[in-house]
């Protein structure tokens, strides 16, 4: 655990990207796998880094998990400070709807897609890739939950409400049973297609072509109904991560894949809950020391790890974040289990 | 001289042809008492000039639009008369139920409206009741309207998708079969359509039959 390091990409990364890029799924993924879209996520987030100002809103900004000891790159996650900045961020929001006829005896709830704007603004949690090796490890908390010591620690910059996309369910030839029902009758394409035509551009141009009207879910095939809010296989890990945060799953699905997305207040976070500003000591206090994620929030210089803290932090952990005794760090708890 | 005999039931009147062979009842003001439900069909196209899409759907809502209209229902015809021959008899009928309506429009309504049955198959099943009506009510439509009677549509409306429905998710065979009549009531829907009913906009809620209408024209 001591040989992870979260911190900002850099320049020199891009290479490890590319390799990160193609090794994800293809299509599912937020990276994208072209070289040079990637260096240009890399010079905007070091641009986002580097503003002093407060946020316009645009900022996208990108953290890369390090393995110190191998020496290269084994993840990365990143945080688009609004959602949908320059337009609408479409979703679909699961409403309920009690259909009753005492005439036939019957009462039943019906469930209904409302298209709506709801998330727009939010600030969306984005670009999980975590290294297979490192799954079973807690590098995917410090990989995921890093972003939300950043957000809380320049809140100014940030929406209150948080939201993340899952990728949603789709079979082995990468077709998605609920675009085969519903966006496919709206474009005549298959999904991978639609990605390829659609990457790069925004939602709102392709929700243009939606129905503005509820989707009723009973009059959608069986498959259909069964992918909604249904996760594909490389989206759960970081789904339980943001599961665990204390995120809601139930309101909100992808309006192309059915996928669920997350959300909710920032305050209400695990992480962010239980987050505490903590002194370096050189001489820490020899009370009981529990396993945590240790970030030093300045801007300039972000970086989290994974330590065994007290009440205070050690020099030699501190160290490890660049601090020295007498700065101050952010502690919050790795265990979720953890009672707040 | 219309040889139409014409009997009160009710607030309604029955017409019919001497011999009984050809018969239909003229309904005053349709759905003022219990509302009446019918699916209007509109038009959506999505566009967008980038990606070179231009789809044309089609939609079904909800709604009473024929409230406070005359109908024209249980229209029979002597089974053994051959097609044509049931056209021209109901043709008859229908003519004097528009004379009625032209005479008197304040008693009956402003327009005549004819619901026909959909399509079903050689089972007796119906493509569009098995894609929407089946999803939202569970029991068998039969049954409920030997119960109920015709104002099992009127329950039926309840259970139903209150917002605009896109044609397309019912999918192909219950999109074809849309205001299809089944073959025996075909002279009735010519005889209707030689008098000048306008091409349905209208569908039945439960089966997709066709709604006829015949606004009063203008005097």
Redesign the interface.
Known sequence: MNHLLLRPVAEADLADLVRMAAASADGISSLPNDEAKLAARIAASRQAFASSDDASGEETYLFVLEDTEAGRLVGCSGIAASAGFFDRFYSYRNEFVVHASAALGVSQRMHTLHLCHDLTGATLLTSFYLDPAYEAGPAAQLLSRARLLFIRAHANRFSERIAAESPGITDAAGQSPFWDAVGRRFFGMDYPQAEVIVGGRSKAFIADLMPPSPIYVALLPEAAQWALGQLHPVGELPFSVLQDEGFDADTYVDIFDGGPTVDAPLASLRSVRLARDVLVQDEPDPGPREWALVACTERARFCAVLAEVGRDVDAATAARVGARPGDRLVVTPLQTEVAA | MSRVQITPEGTALRLALPGNTASLRLVPRLGLKLPRYHFRLGR?V???A??D?F?V?T?LLLGNDHTGRAELTELRCAADLPADAQTAALGELIAAAQALLQDRPADFGDALVAELPGWRDAEGRSPFWQ??GA?????DPAE?EAR?GPD?RS??A?????????L???GAEAEARLLDVPERWAPARAALQAAGFHPPEHARIDDGGPVLAWPLPPR
Do not use: C, I, M
């Not at chain 2, 309840?158 to 896109?166: E, S």
């Open positions: 959506v999505h566009a967008a980038e990606l899409l789809r759907q939609t894609a929407l999803r939202f009510y569970a029991g409920a109920l099992w329950h039926l309840a259970l139903l998708p209150r917002q605009t429905v896109y397309s998710f019912l």
